[in-house]
């Protein structure tokens, strides 16, 4: 036998899978991650409490992290990091208001302009070619991977420190760090400097709560992510490839299952992102809070994606003036920051239309909103309420799945015209996992948050063995319930 031929296969191989591969980036739920984090961890716990060392580990593993995902777009990262750090430090040591206001606009003009122009750029090209009727082909634009987030958190970086609510660091190794995190860097939370930094220079180790705790959450998001999720976008990719084809019954359990497939797939994300996060010592914060119990527009957005919503409120919204400038203008406001989190989300009017969806259903709360506090909080209106608000959240999401406004028109319209609910016993039947796996995941949604967290301490609590044994558990349904590939997340697109 070649023993050196073997070894070099072995190590070709290796190389690889390490390499950037278009369209397959680094994901928290695939093999490769867990084999590196199987590295990546004990090695993180002897560096701990040697700072700098530390950090330039974690920033060169979340450099890797960003190259496998985007390839040497990664580089854009660095670039953003270093230009931020610099004009930030310069304003605040500016006194001079014209200088100051300069240096905020050149970084908000770069950030957001590398933003527009990744993601932008074929959008407004392809709908300036319809306005001429010309023979548009789109450019050969990749776009890196996270960048809509870590942009998020460095405009926020910087306007904090414009606005006097943040010193800004002078270590640009803690910069990097923060920005390039490797847990918050392909789909968020979107954490703010002001709540990340103290934490990373106070590099407390992370005690038994935080690190099973965090081992509990990731659990918890493979399970959203890979096993749920997963599973049920099975059937929703179907019925949305092809609406003109299924009953109505059919579609509004596509309807009704991309509803959960988002939630569980985001949050899912997120779980394992704020998990891995804890593990390392970091509180990453909360970012969903039972979305879908939500008894209005406006409580949802409280719910969902609240780095994200938290996000448009305090830089958009308030920025705009808010609610200090009568009811007329927080109307024109609230529209703005929602058609602003409609585009973040993606080039296409299908999303612009979903974000103005979701303005005009916040308007329309905020002027009912004196007239609906006269109601008795009854239980019947507390349901109604909620099934108003979860109708109108799961029409919404049609037009930010489907990927024209043609295919979200005979969605929505098949639904209601060849609606027979003589067919929903026989959907139960030809897909009775697909129905379970539904009914548990609503189930769950519901359950009190004071069992959820009697759960947590339990595991935390458990000997060794018994994690040992619900982690293989938890692999084992990744494995039995596994699509053909690995789906990536939703969100990482945006």
């Known amino acids: 036998m070649d023993l050196s031929y073997d070894f070099s296969t072995l190590w070709h191989h290796v190389l690889e899978q390490l390499s950037y591969t278009p369209g397959e ?41 960003s190259y496998k995902s985007s390839g040497w777009y990664f580089l854009l990262l660095v670039a953003t990091s270093l230009i931020d750090w610099w004009v930030a430090r310069r304003i605040h040591a500016s006194s001079v208001p014209a200088t100051r206001k300069g240096l905020l606009w050149l970084s908000l003009v770069l950030s957001a302009g590398t933003l527009l122009a990744f993601k932008y750029t074929n959008f407004a090209l392809a709908n300036l070619s319809a306005l001429v009727q010309s023979n548009f082909q789109p450019l050969d634009i990749v776009l890196p991977i996270g960048i809509s987030f870590y942009t998020f958190r460095t405009i926020s970086y910087v306007v904090d420190v414009y606005k006097g609510k943040l010193q800004p660091t002078d270590s640009y190794l803690e910069y990097l760090f923060f920005l390039s995190f490797f847990p918050c860097l392909v789909a968020g939370p979107i954490v703010r400097a002001s709540e990340f930094m103290p934490q990373l220079r106070a590099n407390k180790r992370p005690d038994a709560q935080m690190i099973y705790g965090g081992l509990w959450l990731f659990m918890i998001g493979v399970l959203k992510k890979a096993v749920v999720a997963d599973y049920i976008a099975q059937y929703v990719n179907i019925a949305y490839g092809n609406p003109t084809g299924y009953s109505g019954v059919e579609l509004l ?19 394992m992102a704020i998990g891995l996060g804890s593990v390392m010592g970091y509180d990453l914060g909360v970012n969903f809070d039972l979305p879908y119990r939500s008894r209005s527009v406006t409580e949802f957005w409280r719910r969902w994606h609240m780095s994200l919503s938290f996000w448009l409120r305090d830089y958009v919204y308030i920025s705009m003036g808010g609610n200090r400038r009568g009811k007329v203008r927080q109307y024109v406001n609230l529209m703005t920051t929602m058609l602003v989190g409609g585009l973040w989300h993606g080039a296409a009017w299908t999303f612009v239309f979903w974000g103005a969806g979701h303005g005009l259903a916040l308007c329309v709360h905020k002027a009912l909103l004196p007239s609906l506090k006269k109601i008795p909080d009854s239980w019947p209106v507390k349901f109604l309420s909620w099934l108003t608000t979860f109708v109108v959240v799961s029409l919404l999401w049609v037009f930010f799945r489907a990927d024209s406004f043609t295919t979200a028109w005979q969605v929505i319209s098949g639904t209601f015209s060849r609606f027979d609910p003589a067919y929903f016993p026989v959907f139960a039947s030809v897909r009775s996992t697909w129905c379970i796996m539904m009914a548990v995941a609503f189930a769950a949604h519901f359950v009190p948050k004071r069992i959820v967290a009697d759960l947590r301490q339990m595991f935390i609590d458990s000997f060794w063995i018994f994690k040992l044994l619900l982690f293989i558990v938890v692999v084992q349904l990744v494995v039995h319930f596994a699509a053909a590939d690995v789906q990536p997340f939703i969100y990482a697109q945006f």
Not at 259 to 268: A, K, R, V
């Open 25 to 65: 980036p680094l994901m928290f739920s695939s093999g490769l991650f867990w084999v590196l984090a199987i590295v990546f961890l004990p090695l993180y716990g002897m560096l701990k409490s040697r700072r700098t060392q530390m950090m330039l580990f974690v920033i060169a593993f979340s450099l890797f992290f």
């Open 253 to 271: 359990m596509a309807i009704v299952g991309y509803t959960m497939q988002i939630y569980c797939d985001f949050s899912g994300y997120s779980d």
